[in-house]
């Protein structure tokens, strides 16, 4: 793997850029575009936290949610004269602990300098400067913090913090199922191409995953395959697994030691799936042709390049409001100035991709593009290829390698090369029309112990899983390409 760090430096290292920006956006006044003669310094959603519980709990739950944490792209401080007529040449905002605030640019060249200059002795290209707002105000925006900070501890607060967090957001159930919480499989009741469907909901992994749900609207944020040798010996092929020196990689581990490894090592709570193919998609799945693929995967780091691309499909419809692209440039521009190492592996060379350049670092890319008349949202749009070679070799997340298995496999049959897999979520893969249909079909100790039957075998978890458009979608060319993607409701048009 191409990072030096491990998986939790690169979480810590994320959660204190959110915790920067945060901050950066509270000592900034928090922005809305208003017209008011009315002076208001405090806004009473900051006084709520200091009234009594019961008045101000009831009252602070309906008006602020971790999502408060996402700042509202507002607008830009432009130039006087590039402004439209019969606009208003001043952008105005007011916030909890500001008022009538306003910001513009009027360039001179006072100073004699061959670049010129403003009244602001600020430095900007063609739009100036982007302002976002908190929407909830400082105190708000402080408790969202506060609500954000359990999703990522390893205790039991953190795992009901992800659990009402994903029910808020996403309408998800979390029933809890009868005991015993796992399941002891038969190995010789499962194959080759079968698919582990993962949901994490404690710890760093259960927190990341949890947001990765919400975004994508998967029920799963984890995945794995079985294979089986040719002396029917069980396996497991994984991207996304820690080896020893706290890299994430792909492996293909025995089955034993996999499963030992979910049982006493993840400390995230996984909850797992077991989805076995249909007898006419197995029939038709090349075991040698998959087997070859995974074993040339071997050692590869996790596809972290392509990770946020399966998810963007359009340039608005992929953005949990308040989030947009606006504000995802914004975090990408301040995750660089911290770690400009990392940002390479993690969306510069995917997006010296899809420009045609080489070497670009975010900077470039950014004036690059408005060079070319496109919007960021556009750039962010355009299909990733699997084709593509990066720097450490072509890009596979835990559910692009089990889908390119699959298309070395032959399953994706006449549609294998207008199909991109590399644009698939966790979600698009559960939703392929690829697994058993009917239940009696099912291994026996597929269905014990719960009186809930489920069209697939859950094998451990306190809460059932679900997964919802499962086992629906048939292929078709450029499948996943132009989807979108917002909660809660996750509405999908046809053939996008």
Known sequence: MAFSSSPSSLLCTATAIVIVTLIA???????HVVKTSLPVVVHPRDVLPLLPKQVSLPLLSSLRSEVDLIPTFIGYASPVSNIDPGHHQILEWKGACF????????????SGSEFGGGTLHIKVKHKGVAIFVLEAGMLGALRALWDVFPLFTNTAWGENSNIEFLKKHMGASFNQRPQPWVTNINPDDVHSGDFLAISKIRGRWGAFETFEKWVTGSYAGHSAVCLKDSEG????????????????????????????????????????????????????????????YAKSMVGKPYGYHNMIFSWIDTTRNN????????????????WNQFEPEYTGKLWNEALNKRLGTQGLDLADILVETEKRGTSF??????????????SDGKSASCVVFIL?????????DSFASSIQVTEFTVKDAYMLKFY????????????????VELPFCQIRGKYRMELPEYNTLQPYPHMNEKCPSLSPDYSRPKNC
């Open 233 to 292: 010996k069980l396996w497991v092929g994984e991207s996304g697994h820690e080896n020893d020196q706290g890299e994430e990689v792909i492996v293909i581990l025995p089955w034993e030691e996999w499963w030992e490894s979910v049982q006493n090592d993840d400390e995230s709570n996984a909850h797992i799936a077991l989805l076995p193919l249909h007898p006419d998609i197995r029939a038709k799945f090349n075991e040698t042709a998959a087997w070859e």
């Open 404 to 412: 390119q298995m699959y298309k070395a496999a032959g399953l994706f």
């Open 436 to 451: 058993e249909s009917n239940s009696s079909r099912l291994p026996k100790w597929c269905k014990e112990g719960d009186n």
């Open 25 to 31: 956006c509270l000592i900034v006044p928090q922005l």
């Open 319 to 334: 953005y949990p409001p308040p989030l947009d692209a606006n504000t995802v440039a914004s975090f990408m521009t301040v």
């Open 99 to 110: 008022y009538n605030n306003t910001a513009w640019l009027e360039f001179h060249n006072k």
């Open 377 to 390: 949202g556009e750039l962010l749009a355009i299909p990733e290829q699997d084709s593509w070679v990066y």
